[in-house]
């Protein structure tokens, strides 16, 4: 069975810095796009940031210049580095894999204070 497990969420004050990890386990293929969403309190889930297996990557235009992501050298690990956070980045943040089928992580809280 394949699983997600994201770690590194916490609160932190605006301006600092957070990095999220996803790491997955019951898989031996790669998946092909791994990717971070997040869902802030009343709001749709929405994509934060996509990596493919060739290294393309895809930013919301909310956080372009301000979060990186990127692959770990072990296979199917990601992660998002987050710089300059901002309250309005402050949700649930989930890791996403995709190869054949979709597989989503259990989600970590990210709370940034003004």
């Known amino acids: 069975q394949v699983q997600l497990r994201e770690a590194g969420g916490g609160l932190v004050q605006a301006g600092r810095s957070l990095r999220l990890s996803c790491a997955a386990s019951g898989i031996i293929s790669s998946f092909n796009t791994m990717a971070w969403y997040r869902q802030a309190p009343g709001k749709q889930r929405e994509l934060v940031a996509a990596?493919?297996?060739?290294?393309?990557?895809n930013y919301a235009d909310s956080v372009k210049g301000r979060f990186t992501i990127f692959r770990g050298s072990v296979k199917n690990t990601v992660y998002l580095q987050m710089n300059s956070l901002k309250p309005e980045d402050t949700a649930v943040y989930y890791c996403?894999?995709?190869?054949?089928?979709?597989?989503w992580g259990q989600g970590t809280q990210v709370t940034v204070s003004s």
């Open positions: 990596i493919t297996s060739g290294g393309t990557t």
């Open positions: 996403n894999a995709e190869r054949a089928n979709t597989y």
